[in-house]
């Protein structure tokens, strides 16, 4: 029987059914995978992971919302020079990332976008199209071309939206910038917002001023314009028309009985509001007042304040040391650094997180805000929305007017231990300020000789005072004691943050001017605007990250050389003072003729002495910057191994360990059929 089995194994074949059926399992195989990725193409076009680090390719709740409402079709028109991309390969990156978001913006809404990408090569159609949408053509080279990088919408009704050109400076605004394009095309009617404010915001069109290139309008009312429609409001108002959304007032001062009353009733109606007070607005002792002289410096508005139940601490602004900005307060001829204490920038800690207004502001920068506080026995709630740090005191204005003493704010700084509120939202049901109705507004006149005032007499072509009064109260709508339900009021103690040397910085990119956020002041002020008004789609699209990511390893390398170089410079300083000193000293007090100096064996090999050491620190210099040289490209070859070699050599490895388990199976396999 031991016989017959030896003779057996070497003998035995597979059947031809086995070998027939293995073929057909790999057709099988294979008709399987050319289905499942047609099916793939077909059903999961729209699928994807995004695994970026800011989620640069992943669009937030708010342009979800927004792309869900367009009624009518938006088409979108995306100009991209193929010769840019291949000049400047950072630039076609960008470009890319510009248009994948373009794409998943297309694949979200649902066929309501259309999508055309052209190449506008020179004198070609798509050029001259890219032109007539006010495209912005840059030369490439001395030859002239022009090439385009940039945006044209257009929706059903032939309205126009453009992005002129993607700064990569603004590519951590791009899904802002798209999402406010397609808002703008798929709402024509804006959101109307009141601008009511003494201030310049507006520049002085016009004037002299204006011709030098100065006084032009602040940066905030252009960057409200492109979202809003925006209608100034006079200061000497007695009516808030119905069309206002929201009511924007900045730094209210000296403003009549009547507009106050105004405002009063707007809100009282169901009017919402952002007001921006100041107890030291800095900007105003610049202003001319409508009576002459400059219009105050501290804001009024403590009358409707107390109605709603909230005061700022006057004639006083908020210091903190920890949020401090340096600014320098040297002369031209010695820079002096130091921190001052009310102008602070403040950082993701102090906007609360779970309001929709703040929740993703990252720096914003104050200078002399205020303080608010509820007030005892409100009806209101009180809700923070800015604060400072607990490293904070309150400083009286009177010590900020002027040449401020820096140095001696911070030898006086006492913390009070707990943070100050700088913005809030105030909401819920609030008495009328005007409990008795409106104020008169009853005219009066001085008679020829400059007596008292009188009523001016009734005439058959005047009527009474009193008539015009009555006339007046039957076309007012009625009095109104309390608010219909909860006013919804956001309030900041700081108005020279709207101006633009606090959030933005200007710049010239072949002829036009580009503003480039330093600060999310402005989308503070958008995120208010849009939350007061109902529309909290905006709300989260910001700022985003980019992707032109930085190597932090090598970022962080850098700046520890950079600390052992300064640190040898001022070194290098220190030890040029100190000769320079001896020098003095030792210097002869009489010159030769000609006005040369004559100098002494003694000084002679002190400046020789000098010179060695110049050139040894010259030398340490020069290894610091090798050293760093080094510690970085060891990094590059480590990054180059890990993203080049390692993934390579553990795929070949995994492969080799599963054909090596694969090799055991089929023998064990074999063994067991021939023990069997």
């Known amino acids: 029987m031991a016989d017959k089995t030896m003779k057996k194994r070497p003998g035995k074949k597979r059947p031809a059914g086995a070998e027939i059926l293995g073929l057909a399992s790999l057709l099988v195989a294979f008709v399987l995978f050319v289905a499942v990725n047609i099916l793939a193409q077909a059903g999961l076009k729209g699928a994807r992971v995004d695994l970026t680090g800011d989620k640069l390719f992943t669009v937030t709740a708010g342009t979800h919302a927004i792309l869900a409402k367009i009624d009518e079709p938006v088409t979108l028109r995306f100009y991209f020079s193929a010769s840019l991309g291949k000049e400047l390969p950072g630039l076609a990156k960008y470009a890319g990332r510009v248009r994948d978001l373009l794409g998943e913006y297309t694949a979200l809404a649902g066929g309501k976008i259309r999508l055309e990408i052209a190449d506008p090569s020179p004198f070609s159609d798509a050029e001259d199209t890219a032109v007539a949408f006010g495209i912005q053509g840059i030369p490439l080279d001395q030859t002239g071309e022009m090439v385009y990088f940039g945006l044209a919408g257009t929706n059903s009704t032939d309205d126009e939206e453009t992005i002129a050109f993607f700064s990569p400076a603004r590519e951590r605004f791009l899904e802002y910038d798209l999402t406010k394009l397609i808002h703008n095309l798929a709402n024509p009617k804006r959101t109307v917002i009141g601008l009511m404010t003494s201030l310049p915001v507006r520049g002085y069109p016009g004037t002299a001023l204006a011709r030098m290139g100065r006084g032009r309008p602040w940066q905030m009312v252009d960057q409200l314009e492109q979202l809003f429609e925006v209608q100034t409001v006079d200061t000497n108002t007695d009516e808030i028309e119905e069309e206002i959304d929201v009511l924007m007032i900045v730094h209210p001062v000296g403003l009549p009985e009547k507009t106050l009353y105004a405002v009063d009733q707007f809100l009282m109606n169901g009017g919402r509001a952002l007001i921006f007070t100041d107890p030291l607005a800095e900007i105003a002792g610049r202003v001319p007042a409508p009576g002459g002289g400059r219009l105050p410096l501290a804001s009024d508005f403590k009358r409707l304040?107390?109605?709603w139940g909230i005061e700022q601490a006057p004639g006083v602004a908020v210091g903190d040391r920890l949020l401090a900005r340096r600014v320098d307060a040297g002369t031209a001829q010695r820079s002096q650094p130091v921190d001052y204490l009310p102008w602070i920038t403040l950082k993701p800690e102090n906007f609360a997180a779970d309001d929709l207004t703040t929740s993703e502001i990252e720096s914003m920068n104050l200078a002399s805000a205020g303080s608010l506080?509820?007030?005892?026995g409100a009806t209101t709630k009180f809700t923070p929305l800015i604060t400072s740090s607990p490293e904070a005191m309150l400083i009286e204005t009177d010590k900020l007017k002027d040449r401020p003493d820096f140095f001696g704010l911070i030898r006086e700084f006492k913390p009070a231990g707990s943070p100050y509120t700088l913005a809030a939202r105030i909401s819920g049901p609030v008495p009328s300020a005007f409990p008795d109705g409106p104020p008169s507004d009853k005219t009066a006149k001085k008679d020829g000789d400059g007596g008292e005032p009188k009523e001016a007499a009734p005439t058959e072509a005047a009527p009474t005072e009193a008539a015009k009064e009555k006339d007046d109260a039957l076309k007012r709508p009625p009095h109104l004691g309390k608010s219909k339900g909860d006013i919804n009021v956001i309030v900041v103690?700081?108005?020279?943050?709207?101006?633009?040397q606090f959030w933005v910085e200007l710049r010239q990119f072949f002829g036009q001017v580009i503003a480039i956020p330093i600060a999310n002041?402005?989308?503070?002020?958008?995120?208010?605007?849009?939350?007061?008004?109902?529309?909290?789609?905006?709300?989260?699209?910001?700022?985003?990250g980019v992707s032109q990511r930085p190597f932090e390893r090598v970022v962080d390398l850098t700046r520890a050389a950079e600390i052992r170089y300064r640190?040898?410079?001022?070194?290098?300083?220190?030890?040029?003072?100190?000769?320079?000193?001896?020098?003095?000293?030792?210097?002869?007090?009489?010159?030769?003729?000609?006005g040369q100096i004559i100098l002494t064996a003694a000084q002679i090999e002190e400046i020789e002495k000098f010179k060695g050491e110049l050139l040894k620190i010259r030398k340490q210099l020069r290894q610091v910057q090798l050293d760093l040289r080094r510690d970085i490209e060891a990094l590059e070859a480590r990054l180059q191994f890990y993203n080049i070699a390692l993934i390579p050599i553990g795929v070949a490895a995994l492969a080799i360990i599963l054909g090596l388990l694969r090799i055991r199976r089929r023998r064990q396999r074999m063994e067991t059929e021939a023990l069997g």
Do not use: C, W, Y
């Open 493 to 500: 103690a700081d108005a020279d943050m709207l101006r633009d």
């Open 567 to 594: 640190t040898t410079e001022r070194e290098l300083q220190t030890r040029r003072e100190q000769t320079e000193l001896k020098l003095s000293e030792l210097q002869r007090p009489d010159q030769a003729g000609g």
């Open 373 to 376: 506080r509820p007030k005892d």
């Open 305 to 307: 304040f107390d109605a």
């Open 521 to 544: 002041n402005i989308d503070f002020v958008i995120n208010a605007l849009d939350n007061l008004a109902g529309s909290d789609e905006l709300i989260g699209l910001r700022s985003r």
